[in-house]
């Protein structure tokens, strides 16, 4: 389930300059509860990607074993590749969410929170998601429209039932042009 917050969380940033255009600046859900994000330590990703945990992932309901990216870092205007893997530790119903935040440098473009069901078409999957190993491998075609700078990315993902499936963040990814 964290690679599933890992690839929505790309997904949602691929499909980012669409959504944003040179005159909107936010998206914003005024009643949207923060993310909480421990920055007393780094808790990395395992594998070739720029993922970190938000906090000590020991009590998250997906359990990580790999998400690679190529290329890593992302680049504009070329197919990105998202390979995952992990063990889901319970089943994950209708109703779920992910609370969704993108800065662009001190600018929030996105902070949202939307049905995790909805958002897990974009990687081929549907609910309910079954507990055990979970396997992902989704192609993305990254827009070159996207404007240069430095990024950050969180996605913190509930259970209907709110319990924490798990939570990520990438910071200061860099496009170039």
Same mark, same amino acid.
């Given at each position: 389930?964290? @690679? ?6 790309? %997904?949602? @940033?691929?499909?980012?300059?669409? =959504? %944003? ?5 936010? @998206? @914003?859900?005024?009643?949207? %509860? ?84 909805? =958002?897990?078409?974009? %990687? ?20 070159? =429209? ?15 039932? =709110? ?15």
């Amino acid at each position: 389930m964290k @690679f599933l917050a890992a690839a929505v969380t790309l %997904v949602a @940033f691929a499909q980012l300059p669409g =959504q %944003v255009s040179a005159g909107s600046v936010s @998206f @914003f859900d005024p009643s949207q %509860v923060p993310i909480k994000v421990d920055t007393t330590q780094d808790f990395p990703v395992k594998g070739d990607n720029p993922l970190m945990y938000c906090a000590d992932p020991a009590n998250y309901l997906l359990e990580i074993d790999q998400v690679d990216l190529s290329p890593n870092p992302p680049k504009p205007g070329q197919s990105l590749t998202i390979k995952a893997s992990g063990t889901l530790l319970d089943k994950v119903e209708k109703g779920a969410t992910v609370a969704l935040e993108v800065k662009w440098g001190l600018i929030t473009l996105v902070k949202q929170t939307v049905d995790l069901c909805d =958002q897990i078409k974009n %990687v081929d999957l549907t609910c309910p998601l079954e507990k055990g190993k979970m396997v992902l491998t989704k192609q993305v075609d990254l827009p070159k =429209q996207i404007p240069p700078g430095k990024y950050s990315v969180l996605a913190d993902v509930y259970t209907k039932d =709110q319990r924490q499936v798990t939570c990520l963040k990438a910071e200061n990814l860099e496009f170039k042009m």
